[in-house]
């Protein structure tokens, strides 16, 4: 890949973790996405969530639809079924004949619309045994949801108390941990032995690369900088950045941009997300760069995410050049508007 100070290209990349909702709002989010991205994993967490192959099958068409709205003809959604404590084995031949991408594994309360998630995995010990014998993914939200365990703890205590049993009973099933926030998780992923099989790997936000918990708390309460899992220490951020940039293909790029309005975010009890959709690569590229490995941008980007999923890769190229873009305070968002990563701010790199 042709690297410079002030331009780089690369395959065009995909977001392998992504929210988009539904209705209206769908439409000012896809536009952002769309003119990154070459496909996006489309999380399945609608009230209420995505929970058939029927269901998926009408959320794309609705995708579809904005889509063809937009004018836009070269975005592939890749949808994604949200696993409950009901889930039906049947289910997942079904999706796998139907091109569903994965399942989705929320632990009940751990997040946005986690209301219907999975309360024990032991309840799922059936499905999961049929998507590991057709290759179908899991994708996790690797967080316990125990109150007596601390916020900045949950993702560690999740390694420890599901995931590792989980990926024991099931060593061939293919597991990504979603989101990362850790050492612990980046390190787990890392060293984790599979056999030699592309069993594991994981996805990184830009905010998690780019921010600690300090962000949250600068100068007073930031709503648009509450996620989930929540920003951690410093010392997270830096582990999460060395993986991402090293050029391990377990590790790739998945946003979790998460749209809320303006309105939900700035309340009393805000909703949990950062909408990065406005620039994710333009972010991606600054952390990259802030550790002298832009040329590992494109493998994190643009391989890793397909080569795991037995996708193709892309094969059109896209030019991020270093000019400095200012991002605007607010976003149209339906009848609403929001507000995006680094509102206000001039970031450096942007799409040419
Ligand atoms: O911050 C988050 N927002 N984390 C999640 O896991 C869900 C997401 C959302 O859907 O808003
Ligand atoms: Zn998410």
């Known amino acids: 890949m042709p690297t410079s100070p002030t331009q780089i290209q690369l395959i065009e990349p995909d977001d392998w973790h992504l929210?988009?909702?539904?209705?209206?709002?769908?439409k000012d989010v896809l536009?952002?996405?769309?003119?990154?991205?070459?496909?996006?994993?489309?999380?399945?967490?609608?009230?209420?969530?995505?929970?058939?192959v029927d269901l998926a099958t009408a959320y794309h068409a609705?995708?579809?639809?904005?889509?063809?709205?937009?004018?836009?003809?070269?975005?592939?959604?890749l949808m994604t079924l949200y696993l409950t404590d009901n889930t039906c084995v049947q289910e997942?031949?079904?999706a796998k004949a139907a091109g569903i991408a994965a399942f989705k594994l929320y632990p009940a309360g751990a997040t946005t619309n986690s209301d219907s998630g999975v309360?024990?995995?032991?309840?799922?010990?059936?499905?999961?045994?049929?998507?590991?014998?057709?290759?179908?993914p899991l994708l996790v939200h690797g967080e316990v949801t125990h109150p007596e365990v601390d916020i900045f703890d949950r993702e560690a205590v999740f390694i420890d108390q599901v995931l590792e049993p989980l990926r024991k009973y099931f060593p061939e099933l293919k597991v990504v941990f979603e989101h990362i926030t850790t050492l612990q998780a980046a390190h787990y992923v890392r060293d984790a032995a599979t056999g030699g099989k592309n069993t594991l790997a994981a996805t990184i936000t830009p905010q998690h690369l780019l921010m600690n918990r300090n962000a949250i708390f600068a100068g007073g309460i930031r709503p648009h900088h509450y996620c989930l899992p929540v920003l951690k220490r410093e010392k997270h951020r830096v582990a999460l950045l060395e993986v991402a940039s090293s050029g391990n293909p377990r590790f790739f790029l998945g946003t979790d941009s998460a749209p809320h309005s303006k309105g939900a975010k700035e309340t009393a009890c805000g909703c949990a997300g950062c909408y990065s959709a406005f620039n994710a690569l333009g972010l991606y590229a600054e952390a990259f760069e802030s550790v002298g490995k832009l040329d590992k941008l494109e493998g994190f980007a643009s391989f890793f995410g397909p080569d795991f999923y037995s996708l193709p890769r892309n094969s059109k190229k896209i030019t991020l050049v270093k000019r400095p873009q200012k991002i605007p305070m607010e976003l149209p968002l339906g009848d609403s508007t929001i507000v995006p990563l680094r509102a206000g701010q001039t970031i450096a790199w942007s799409l040419d």
Do not use: W
Request: aromatic share 4%.
């Open 119 to 136: 309360s024990d995995i032991k309840h799922c010990y059936a499905v999961l045994e049929a998507m590991q014998a057709v290759g179908m």
């Open 92 to 94: 997942v031949s079904k």
């Open 31 to 52: 536009r952002d996405t769309a003119r990154q991205f070459a496909r996006a994993i489309i999380m399945p967490n609608l009230n209420p969530p995505i929970t058939t």
């Open 19 to 26: 929210h988009i909702r539904d209705g209206e709002i769908m």
């Open 62 to 77: 609705r995708i579809q639809a904005q889509l063809s709205a937009l004018g836009v003809d070269h975005f592939t959604p």
